[in-house]
């Protein structure tokens, strides 16, 4: 027979009997189990969304990474009050000032290139930054040399011209040719016929930079493909005061090399109304141009080393390199000296962040980013520890925010940065960061960033004479700097890298 306690008698004897100390040490157990539970469920709501691991820790959500970037909203005010208000007010624009006019002009393999290199590494070195050096590399080398051109036909007119990076010269006598006037490829293809032995002026209409200077770089090789004996190309300018702009062009392997040069938007039009009236135009045009084998130079390095991740690397950059005309000023030593004075700005305030932050100075820019090449090539064995590439290098006028290049998390984790620089009423996130040193990087998932400011001028003196520290404003360095700061510090200070 069965007991309620479902064990027979006989078994029962057969076994040890439970004492009542037992029993109660059982009773106690069960006791520690509900209060073990018990406190296990009130701590669910604060791991709520949060998968728990074995150490304790547990993933970090947005809303905590928002609460992180929110806690440096003192240090970013800092930043803004010290860059648009305090001793550093107007100190990128007096750099750069000095710079522009003791050096000029920096052409890629240039002996003014090479002084400005020599004058950034000394002045890097008296401003206190960490690791301060030049990392070798070889840059084009070309020479515009003596140039001119003049129409003789149908009256006498001196044309301004300036001969684009890499090209040819005439031969020394110069090129004496009638004109032959398009708007487009098309009109040239349509005309080919007509090309032979002809200068071609290109008056194509500008759109925008990106679509309109495939004229300045594949002018030379459309035109020489037709037979023509050279090129003159209306600038790749929104605006114009009879100023040519010059720029790099490519010559393609099995074309006929052939001289190119940039006139002014009103030459190009003056010329362009004549052909549609039906008069004959003809052109004198000589240029002593040449190219030189590869020269050494430097991409300019300096750092603030992180105190707690110091191999990860947020590196912010312009390039140093300009073209022959002008100071360089706009075109990029706006943008070089914007990262000089983000870290001088983040040493001034006593700040150090968990990651380096790297600021680069690229040479040999102008000719497609030659410098930043090599660099890449250099250093992309540690790409994993590069949080973020930055660089400036369309203009320091009024900003306007970021463009980002990167995955939508870390867009979101920007977007909370760029919240911080409310107070100069400069908070908006862009697609697509632009930058030709940068984009090596991009290309293989590092997220980037590029300022985005008002470009409505940008492009009146874009490459041409005008691009002196006349186009400078203070005022308007002192915000792009405080907005460099800002993004580039809270970055290399976050606990965690961006996600890519």
């Excluded at 016929?193 to 008056?203: F, H, L, P």
């Excluded at 030659?370 to 203009?395: C, P, R, T, W």
């Amino acid at each position: 027979m069965l007991h309620s306690t479902g064990v027979s008698e006989d078994h029962n004897r057969g076994c040890v009997q439970l004492s009542k100390p037992s029993a109660e040490k059982k009773r106690g157990k069960k006791k520690m189990k509900y209060l073990s539970l018990i406190f296990f469920m009130s701590l669910l709501p604060q791991y709520a969304g949060k998968s728990l691991r074995g150490d304790g820790s547990h993933p970090r959500t947005f809303e905590d990474i928002k609460n992180e970037i929110a806690g440096y909203s003192d240090t970013a005010k800092a930043i803004i009050d010290l860059a648009v208000h305090g001793k550093a007010q107007n100190r990128s624009y007096e750099r750069l000032a000095v710079f522009a006019d003791t050096v000029g002009p920096r052409l890629s393999g240039s002996k003014n290139l090479d002084a400005a290199i020599q004058y950034m590494f000394s002045a890097l070195q008296k401003d206190g930054l960490e690791n301060v050096h030049l990392e070798p590399v070889k840059v084009p080398h070309w020479e515009r040399g003596e140039e001119f051109a003049v129409m003789l036909e149908p009256r006498n007119h001196s044309i301004a011209i300036l001969g684009l990076g890499s090209s040819v010269a005439t031969p020394p006598e110069g090129i004496t040719a009638e004109v032959m006037v398009v708007a487009s490829f098309d009109e040239l293809h349509r005309r080919a016929q007509e090309a032979k032995g002809k200068i071609v002026v290109y008056n194509q209409p500008f759109v925008t930079y990106g679509e309109t200077v495939r004229y300045r770089s594949q002018g030379a090789v459309e035109a020489a493909k037709v037979g023509a004996v050279a090129t003159l190309i209306r600038s790749i300018a929104s605006f114009s005061i009879d100023s040519p702009h010059t720029g790099w062009q490519n010559y393609q392997s099995g074309v006929p090399q052939i001289p190119t040069a940039c006139i002014s938007v009103e030459d190009a039009e003056m010329m362009s109304r004549m052909a549609l009236r039906g008069t004959k135009i003809v052109v004198y045009l000589k240029m002593g141009a040449r190219t030189y084998p590869d020269s050494p130079s430097f991409n300019t390095v300096a750092e603030i080393v992180g105190n707690k991740y110091p191999e990860q690397i947020v590196l912010v950059s312009g390039h140093l390199d300009s073209w022959d005309v002008g100071q360089g000023a706009m075109d990029d030593g706006g943008g070089a000296f914007i990262s000089w004075e983000a870290l001088s700005l983040i040493k001034d305030l006593g700040l150090r962040p968990k990651r380096t932050l790297r600021m680069v100075l690229w040479t040999g820019e102008e000719q497609g980013g030659v410098g930043a090449e090599q660099y890449y090539q250099l250093h992309k064995e540690n790409i994993s520890n590069f949080d973020i590439v930055m660089e400036s290098d369309e203009g320091t006028f009024k900003p306007s925010g970021l463009a980002f290049t990167g995955n939508a998390k870390a867009r979101d984790i920007i977007k909370e940065i760029m919240a911080l620089l409310l107070p100069i009423n400069v908070t908006d996130v862009f697609d697509n960061a632009d930058g030709t040193d940068i984009n090596y990087w991009m290309r293989d998932g590092v997220p980037g960033a590029s300022l985005r400011d008002d470009l409505s001028k940008y492009f009146w003196f874009h490459h041409s004479q005008g691009d002196t520290m006349t186009v400078q404003d203070p005022n308007q360095m002192n915000l792009c700097a405080a907005v460099w700061t800002v993004v580039s510090y809270v970055i290399a200070d976050m606990e965690e890298m961006l996600p890519r």
